[in-house]
T-cell receptor
Framework: DQQVKQNSPSLSVQEGRISILNCDYT??????FLWYKKYPAEGPTFLIS?????DKNEDGRFTVFLNKSAKHLSLHIVPSQPGDSAVYFC??????????FGQGTRLTINP | NAGVMQNPRHLVRRRGQEARLRCSPM?????VYWYRQLPEEGLKFMVY????????ESGMPKERFSAEFPKEGPSILRIQQVVRGDSAAYFCASSPQGLGAEAFFGQGTRLTVV
């Protein structure tokens, strides 16, 4: 039972353009959502988060949007840079005890 | 302030052996989480511990797997009688309070069972 889904395994974007990564969830009890970035052979690094009471959070080049009615969130990166190439995981908090992760989307930024 | 430290980074075990994975949380963090990542999959929650207590082990396989976080020393994830299907990357995260949202991850231990 996959409660958090990232339906695009990979995404390729040209440098300077906008990258949009999508995530869907099924559990309406999730109260907090996060995006993590992961390079090969390293642990996930926290990127940005959003509370379920908000619909947008922005931090520099990164913006996360939350559509509660659609149970959908997205991460926008603009402008995309080569260093953004990584695997991005969407995660949702279930209570105070654990995060539920999506399968990840591999983002490649082409020069 | 050192981050979450996991060791070893790589561990090779033969089928039937035991694997011990260690995690030292960030200074001041008393909450530890273990996650497993199978190839081409996301991270799956295994267990949440506080000092000397297991809070939530709903993601742990019922057999062969155990975890502890003693009063002194690192958290240990122990896998007995390993099988090939245990091959994965195991990540530990820590937080200062019981808020998974603020968890910081270690670099992981890649377990290979041969």
């Amino acid at each position: 039972d996959q409660q958090v889904k990232q339906n695009s395994p990979s995404l390729s974007v040209q440098e300077g353009r906008i990258s949009i990564l999508n995530c869907d969830y099924t559990n309406s009890m999730f109260d907090y959502f996060l995006w993590y970035k992961k390079y090969p052979a390293e642990g996930p690094t926290f990127l940005i988060s959003i509370s379920s009471i908000k619909d947008k959070n922005e931090d520099g080049r990164f913006t996360v949007f939350l559509n509660k009615s659609a149970k959908h969130l997205s991460l926008h990166i603009v402008p995309s840079q080569p260093g953004d190439s990584a695997v991005y995981f969407c995660a949702a908090r279930q209570g105070a005890q654990k995060l539920v992760f999506g399968q990840g989307t591999r983002l490649t930024i082409n020069p | 302030n050192a981050g979450v430290m996991q060791n070893p980074r790589h561990l090779v075990r033969r089928r039937g052996q035991e694997a011990r994975l260690r995690c030292s949380p960030m200074k001041g963090h008393s909450h530890v989480y273990w996650y497993r990542q199978l190839p081409e999959e996301g991270l799956k929650f295994m267990v949440y511990l506080q000092k000397e207590n297991i809070i939530d082990e709903s993601g742990m396989p019922k057999e062969r797997f155990s975890a502890e976080f003693p009063k002194e020393g690192p958290s240990i994830l122990r896998i007995q009688q390993v099988v090939r299907g245990d091959s994965a990357a195991y990540f530990c995260a820590s937080s200062p309070q019981g808020l998974g949202a603020e968890a910081f991850f270690g670099q992981g231990t890649r377990l290979t069972v041969v």
